[in-house]
């Protein structure tokens, strides 16, 4: 399976880099950058301040029938939709498309103190975690899972950094057996 | 692994019905939609849904209506209220009527979360307890925890009911006012009595140290630690730990904290093997923890676990009712201890009692009692008995105490006496407002004549 990265106004070349450095080490396909020019505008919200995530990834369909893989848009921006004040992310679950925001995943917006590497790690889990609900996932009850939701950034902290053998197994009947080929680097 | 709990979301508008349904799938639940209050009971059988998530204004019939209808279908039905801001008092209203909560739009995921967790989770079990709550009647309340008043009943009540689940409990009070009693009272009432209640007080040890009290430690693991150690988690296995005075937390050890609480599995220190513990939380705190939270000192999410069940414990001065009971009940108490004989309270001693502004609460109290038997003669207390500076006159003694404090009390009773306790002349002389001057009389527990 094909993964496709697009950064949307994505301005940390390094991060992104370290991102992508990372994401390529766990799967087995081909993970690669791309371009959407999606609307950025349409979907900015001017009395939240946010941008209205199911309406970019609507505009990233129209955009990406050229693409035989999962889609996946990586923005700095904060994401709501209107009935939530904020998500870290929406995917479609079983679907192609995916969106992350890394808005507040920074360590510094909690602790005043820059982290690099909890950053990175944090992006990496919410990455998979909208990978794993296009690929069928919903949930997980273990906190071993990245597929634990979570409700606030320290709950990303805590749950693991990969697919639990259970959500594996599920990953396997829905024909993604091959996907991977390590857990990320620690 | 998967919840199959399922649940119905009634909202006229489009955005919202898709957003949560797309919300609750990927949460893993069985959810359907209704645009409509009237669309919604017609899919309505008993036991179809387990929680409803309804929009308070819609076209037509309101969610208020709506969940009347409901409940006389199925009263099991959680219902949980989408309101937007303006609606919050008429949503306060339905909670009177049934509701389970409401929600203010936007909402917040994480709160969504926690309110539709813990509502399917206290269903679950109010059913496994409906048997158990028959049999019993009366609360087995622990030594001290006593009272008559409207509030006490209320708190006996609260007791009552969340000691037949393993809901998470916070107590909430002043100091003194018996919110470890509470605690007790909890745990001798629940199905965990057989196990035993561990008390940590979070508030008087160091970080590394409670570490290794919630924790334990294996044999080696610092300096001094040389036996294996079981912390008070597994100590608690079957039964329950009370954590006091969890507003002194460091945020490090909030972080685990939230973590066993959630798994209920830890490692000791120093140790890597993992130990798997039973245990019912409950936790108190003096301190307002919404302020810690905005000072960022306390973690939000550390503060919805714990806070699922919040018990208010009202300070002395605002359940004075009680007072009189109280003070018989240590009486007795303490002449069976110091083998006295004292057989009631003086009128004046009670009216004082009864109108002191009692900073320490119940334990004040019982202080003041048992220094009264101490150092009481004949067989009633009286107003000199009371470890305070006050005599029937409302004269202060002066007892030689040079302390600003003392000063101040003997120097604002004279002023008050001399003029009569007219309290806007004495403010001026005082150069105070009434106000302060009302707060100092009650801290004092002056009173006239
Ligand atoms: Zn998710
Ligand atoms: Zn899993």
Redesign the interface.
């Given at each position: 399976m094909n993964f496709f990265i697009a950064p949307v106004e994505f301005s940390n070349v390094s991060v992104l880099h370290s991102i992508v450095k990372n994401i390529s080490g766990i799967f087995k396909d081909k993970v690669s950058v791309i371009s959407l020019p999606v609307n950025t505008a349409a979907a900015f919200s001017r009395d939240r301040g946010q941008y209205f995530s199911t309406q970019l990834i609507a505009d990233a369909i129209k955009l990406t029938s050229g693409y035989d893989g999962k889609v996946l848009m990586l923005v700095e921006f904060d994401l709501f939709v209107p009935v939530f004040t904020y998500v870290f992310g929406e995917a479609q679950l079983n679907g192609k498309h995916s969106i992350v925001s890394v808005c507040r995943l920074h360590e510094e917006f909690y602790s005043g103190k820059t982290n690099d590497k909890l950053f990175i790690d944090r992006t990496i889990k919410e990455i998979l975690h909208e990978l794993g609900h296009n690929m069928g996932l919903i949930h997980c009850r273990s906190w071993d899972c990245v597929m634990h939701s979570s409700q606030g950034v320290e709950e990303i902290d805590i749950k693991g950094q990969f697919y639990c053998p259970d959500c594996m197994e599920i990953l396997s009947n829905n024909g993604f057996k091959d996907s991977f080929v390590a857990l990320p680097a620690d | 692994?998967?919840n199959k709990t399922r649940i119905l979301i009634v909202d006229d508008e489009k955005?919202?019905r898709e957003?949560?349904l797309?919300?609750f799938?990927?949460?893993?639940y069985e959810v359907d939609t209704a645009e409509d209050a009237e669309a919604a009971l017609r899919t309505i059988d008993k036991g179809k849904y387990e929680l409803m998530l309804v929009d308070m204004k819609m076209p037509g019939m309101s969610g208020l209506e709506l969940l009347d209808k409901v409940k006389e279908i199925d009263k099991d039905t959680i219902f949980i209220l989408i309101t937007a801001f303006a609606s919050v008092p008429t949503a306060i209203k339905a909670l009177k009527n049934g509701a389970y909560d409401y929600i203010t739009?936007?909402?917040?995921?994480?709160e969504?979360?926690?309110i539709v967790e813990k509502a399917i989770h206290q269903r679950a079990l109010r059913q496994e307890n409906e048997q158990l709550k028959d049999n019993i009647d009366e609360i087995i309340k622990p030594d001290n925890l006593i009272g008559e008043s409207r509030q006490m009943i209320k708190i006996f009540d609260l007791i009552n009911t969340v000691a037949q689940t393993d809901t998470t409990v916070m107590i909430r009070g002043e100091s003194g006012t018996g919110k470890e009693l509470v605690a007790k009272a909890i745990h001798i009432n629940s199905k965990r009595k057989y196990f035993p209640i561990v008390t940590v007080n979070c508030g008087a040890l160091a970080e590394t140290l409670l570490e290794s009290e919630l924790f334990g430690h294996e044999k080696g693991a610092f300096t001094g630690a040389h036996y294996k150690r079981k912390g008070k988690f597994e100590m608690a296995d079957g039964g329950t730990i009370f954590l006091d005075e969890i507003g002194t937390v460091s945020p490090k050890m909030q972080?685990e904290l939230?973590?066993v609480i959630?798994?209920k599995q830890f490692t000791r220190v120093g140790g890597n093997e993992n130990i798997k513990s039973d245990f019912r939380v409950i936790a108190a705190t003096n301190e307002p923890l919404e302020n810690l939270l905005k000072e960022g000192k306390f973690?939000?999410?550390l503060y919805y676990r714990l806070n699922v069940f919040t018990i208010f414990l009202p300070p002395l001065r605002e359940r004075r009712d009680d007072i009189p009971v109280l003070a018989y009940y240590f009486m007795n108490k303490f002449n069976g201890a110091m083998n006295k004989n004292i057989k009631n309270i003086s009128n004046e001693a009670m009216d004082f009692l009864v109108n002191y502004s009692w900073p320490g609460n119940v334990r004040e109290l019982e202080n003041a009692i048992e220094r009264a038997l101490v150092v009481g003669r004949g067989d009633s207390i009286k107003i000199e008995d009371l470890p305070f500076h006050v005599t029937p006159n409302n004269r202060i003694d002066d007892d030689g105490d040079k302390s600003l404090e003392s000063m101040e009390k003997r120097h604002i009773m004279n002023v008050l006496e001399m003029n009569n306790w007219n309290i806007s002349k004495s403010a001026e002389a005082l150069q105070i407002d009434r106000v302060t001057l009302y707060n100092k009389i009650n801290k004092y527990g002056f009173r006239k004549s």
């Open positions: - | 692994m998967k955005i919202v957003s949560l797309h919300w799938e990927e949460e893993g739009k936007p909402i917040d995921p994480d969504l979360a926690h972080i939230l973590r959630e798994t973690r939000e999410d």
